[in-house]
T-cell receptor, first 115, second 112 residues
Framework: GAVVSQHPSRVICKSGTSVKIECRSL??????MFWYRQFPKQSLMLMAT?????????EQGVEKDKFLINHASLTLSTLTVTSAHPEDSSFYIC???????????FGQGTRLTVV | KNQVEQSPQSLIILEGKNCTLQ??????????LRWYKQDTGRGPVSLTI?????NTKSNGRYTATLDADTKQSSLHITASQLSDSASYIC???????????FGKGTTLSVSS
């Protein structure tokens, strides 16, 4: 299967700072990337969908000014958590796919801890 | 409303035993159904992908079944191993491929 790489795998940041998470498709061009958030023992919750070169579509209840998503190229999308708070601590996962009818592959996730 | 329900929520079995996880869905129209394995602190990894016309698909010790009429799927794990301990997530994809609806997962613990 195709490889999607997330970086970093773990990050600890102070309250009020911003942190950027990268999602790269290593061996294919991803027209669409998805960002998920997962709380302990919960399912993945879709935060936003981004198509290369256009603005991300955010799910209801997700603050677009707080969770900035950039999908500037076909192999890279970034999620920036701005002015992080302890309640933003969570597991963030990205997935990427070539086209609408193709399988989405998941990154290994990023554990964010805000102290 | 499109929903995916999984049962049981959690399961503990002895190493070497078999187990079956269930997934019921109400997604319509439907494109395909996928089972993923998610190890703690890792991203999900695909186990099987089944389209509307497929009834069963195997991947090693994992066998998935699909009944599109009753909108039920199951994942059978044979001769479980300690490394099978993980969360198993059922995901249903809408026909246009625009929506992935996730179940909450079944947490499997295999003990020796």
């Amino acid at each position: 299967g195709a490889v999607v790489s997330q970086h970093p795998s773990r990050v600890i940041c102070k309250s009020g700072t911003s942190v950027k998470i990268e999602c790269r498709s290593l061996d294919f061009q991803a027209t669409t990337m998805f960002w998920y958030r997962q709380f302990p023992k919960q399912s993945l919750m879709l935060m936003a969908t981004s198509n290369e070169g256009s603005k991300a579509t955010y799910e209801q209840g997700v603050e677009k000014d707080k969770f900035l998503i950039n999908h500037a190229s076909l192999t890279l999308s970034t999620l920036t958590v701005t002015s992080a708070h302890p309640e933003d601590s969570s597991f963030y996962i990205c997935s990427a796919r070539r086209g609408a009818d193709t399988e989405a592959f998941f990154g290994q996730g990023t554990r964010l801890t805000v102290v | 409303k499109n929903q995916v329900e999984q049962s049981p929520q959690s399961l503990i079995i002895l190493e070497g035993k078999n187990c079956t996880l269930q997934c019921n869905y109400t997604v319509s129209p439907f494109s395909n159904l996928r089972w993923y394995k998610q190890d703690t602190g890792r991203g999900p990894v695909s186990l099987t992908i089944m389209t509307f016309s497929e009834n069963t698909k195997s991947n090693g010790r994992y066998t998935a079944t699909l009944d599109a009429d009753t909108k039920q799927s199951s994942l059978h794990i044979t001769a479980s191993q300690l490394s099978d301990s993980a969360s198993y997530i059922c995901v249903v994809i809408s026909q246009a491929g625009t929506a992935l609806i996730f179940g909450k997962g079944t947490t499997l613990s295999v003990s020796s």
